[in-house]
């Protein structure tokens, strides 16, 4: 079989929960999947239309963000140092509804999306407003993306009616099903503590309706939950199981204090849970239970969370510090080592926020790639290529990068937008936030 292109000489590191790795290997890709694997240095190759020397780099899964919210790029730096409720309510939610159109959201995307590429994130699992153009303009960049309309019960960017919330999400996931193979729609709903029971329930039931994930934040600070259980008795994930929400399709974002019950109910359920552990430090919200979530069997991905909270968009960081912060907090060297760590920021993920065989360099898998430097100082030597992955890697070690079969980044360019325009775009909306402030 002929394939559109081999990448020859790479140091593999072909994923799965046992981080498999070889030396000297190569992939085929044809079309959008992975075709061929070459686990051994010895001749011959398929034949190609291209072939690509990785000159002894590290080969990656694409990584996978399994949360951001992609338009807040624009808000980066706007409010920092404050405790979640005075962020959202007093600086974010304000100014969201003063800024966030189509027009806004699609060059916050842009930037965003130019920010994940070039830095080796070749999937993102969004949830925000206006979020057609978000899809789109993800999308153009040729990123893979779930696309999660935004609902709320007050009124939001591009829905001032909050009684036509979850009927404009279902509106939009029906109307983006199938439409790009790159692009799976998605509800939502923001949290328990801004959704009604009844909005809750009727995005889930769109969402078992069309097949497609159900995302919401839930248990991010101790004092959500704690005035979540002086309301309703129960903790914010306890409702969300009473309610029937939650099932293998639903991705529960932070669950920073998700307690041993409420684990319990993640792992019988299947629910999929997404950690965004810098996040979390910067706003102090706490260190989610990663190990228990982990040994209670729940599927778990790591996200960055949006750029107005991280403030980077980079998960080799997320990566590094979710692996460390476990040591750390544990007094156990051993808890979440580097194999773990980079599987959940790889298939781990994918399998998280529901995208399928991604994740993941075996034949049938999607062509989703990442090439590391090989000439790069923090990667020399190399006796270990997860380590390097997850230790010493960065977005600026992240030579190119592949997304179903497509380069998107060569030698640190992206190929799919130019890069300044992106750039003067954003800095115009930024102007204007600016000049309102």
């Known amino acids: 079989m002929a394939m559109d292109l081999v990448i020859d000489n790479a140091l593999l590191v072909l994923g799965g929960p046992d981080m498999e790795t070889c030396g000297s290997g190569a992939v085929g890709i044809a079309g959008d999947e992975i075709a061929w694997v070459g686990k051994t240095p010895e001749k011959p190759r398929p034949e190609a239309a291209r ?70 994130v070749t999937s993102v699992c969004d949830g925000y407003f206006c979020e057609e153009a978000v899809a789109e303009a993800a999308c153009g960049l040729g990123m893979r993306v779930v696309a999660g309309h935004g609902v709320l019960d007050f009124p939001a960017p591009g829905v001032p009616d909050p009684a036509k919330s979850v009927r404009t999400a279902a509106d939009f996931a029906e109307k983006l099903l199938d439409r790009h193979p790159l692009c799976k729609p998605s509800i939502f709903c923001h949290s328990p503590y801004t959704c009604s029971p009844a909005t809750l329930a009727a995005a889930k039931r769109a969402c078992r309706k069309l097949g497609i994930l ?8 101790k004092g959500e939950v704690e005035r979540f259980v002086a309301r309703h008795g129960k903790t914010p994930i306890r409702h969300l199981h009473d309610l029937g929400v939650l099932d293998e399709n639903t991705l529960v974002v932070h669950a920073v204090w998700a307690g041993k019950e409420d684990i319990g109910l993640l792992a019988e359920t299947g629910a999929g849970v997404a950690v965004c552990t810098n996040s979390n430090l910067k706003l102090a919200s706490g260190i989610a239970p990663l190990p228990a979530l982990l040994s209670a069997g729940v599927s778990v991905g790591l996200g960055t969370d949006g750029a107005a909270s991280n403030n980077r968009l980079d998960l080799f960081s997320e990566t590094a510090a979710t692996a460390r912060l476990h040591k750390a907090a544990s007094g156990d060297p051993t808890v979440v080592d580097a194999k773990t760590a980079l599987y959940l920021a790889t298939e781990g993920g994918a399998r998280a926020s529901g995208l399928g065989r991604t994740g993941r360099i075996e034949v ?45 980044v060569e030698n640190r360019r992206l190929t799919t937008a130019d890069l300044s325009q992106i750039l003067a775009e954003a800095r115009e909306v930024a102007r204007q936030i600016r000049a309102a402030r």
Do not use: K
Request: proline content about 7%; glycine content about 6%; hydrophobic content about 50%.
């Open 51 to 120: 072939t690509l020397d990785a000159a002894g780099g590290i080969l990656l899964p694409g990584l996978v963000n399994a949360h951001c919210h992609l338009p807040m790029t624009l808000f980066r730096g706007l409010a920092d140092d404050l405790a979640l409720d005075d962020w959202l309510t007093n600086h974010i939610f304000p100014a969201e509804a003063r800024f966030i159109t189509p027009h806004n959201a699609a060059a916050g995307t842009r930037l965003a999306a130019a920010e994940l590429l070039l830095s080796g």
């Open 214 to 221: 159900f995302q919401t934040h839930a248990a991010e600070t």
């Open 364 to 408: 049938g898998w999607a062509a989703d790639l990442v090439l590391l430097d090989p000439d790069s100082p923090s990667l020399t030597p190399c006796y270990d290529p997860v380590s390097h992955a997850v230790y010493a890697a960065s977005a600026a070690d992240v030579l190119h990068v592949f997304v179903a079969g497509r380069q998107v």
